[in-house]
C-alpha cells in the first residue's frame, strides 16, 4: 500500500512541478534502514504548501496548520491514501526538538541537497543522507535512533 500512497501523492506534485524532498522513516530506508515504515513524510516549498493541500483535499485525514507535537514544530497537512498516511511539511521555517539541549533547533530544508533513489517502484528526491542523519540524531526518539543505526550500518 505503501506504493501506492507514495505514486500518488509523487503524482500529484510533479503534475503540478512542486519540487519535494523525501525525509523520515522512507529516506531512512532508502539508506539502508529496514524497519517497518509508519508513513510518507515530506517537504514541499512554503509558496507551494496551500496548492498541496488544495490538490489533496479529498484525502486530507488531518487539516493543514501549525502544530507542535513529537519533536516537531511545524506546519503540515495529513492525508490518508488507502490507509496510509503521508504527511507533507511546508519547508516555511520547520523547527525540530533537540533532545540533547532540550531546545528547539530550526530545520533548514534545501531542495537543492537531495540524492535520487529508486524506492516503491519510483525515482525519489531524498533528504541527503548526512541532513537526514543531523535532524535524526538530535530528535532522538527512539525510532530515530534505530534509524541513524541501520544508516551507519549501511554505510
Not at 501523492?9 to 529496514?34: H, M, N, Q, T
Not at 516555511?92 to 517502484?121: M, N, Q
Not at 541532513?131 to 530515530?144: A, E, G, H, N, Q
Amino acid at each position: 500500500m505503501h506504493c501506492l500512497a507514495a505514486q500518488w501523492i509523487v503524482g500529484l506534485l510533479r503534475d503540478r512541478s512542486i519540487p519535494f524532498l523525501i525525509c523520515g522513516g522512507l529516506a531512512a530506508k532508502g539508506y539502508g534502514s529496514e524497519r517497518e515504515l509508519n508513513d510518507i513524510d515530506l517537504f514541499v516549498p512554503g509558496e507551494h504548501f496551500s496548492s498541496v493541500v488544495q490538490a489533496g483535499q479529498e484525502f486530507i485525514s488531518k487539516a493543514a496548520a501549525h502544530r507542535q507535537e513529537e519533536g516537531w514544530d511545524l506546519t503540515y497537512v495529513q492525508f490518508k491514501y488507502h490507509g496510509i498516511k503521508v504527511e507533507v511539511g511546508s519547508a516555511d521555517s520547520p523547527h525540530i526538538f533537540d533532545a540533547g539541549k532540550e531546545t528547539w533547533a530550526p530545520l533548514d530544508i534545501d531542495f537543492s541537497r537531495y540524492a535520487t533513489v529508486h524506492l516503491l517502484g519510483l525515482e525519489l528526491p531524498l533528504m541527503l543522507k548526512e541532513d537526514l542523519i543531523r535532524y535524526k540524531t538530535l530528535l532522538s526518539r527512539p525510532v530515530d535512533i534505530q534509524d541513524v543505526r541501520a544508516i551507519r550500518e549501511n554505510a
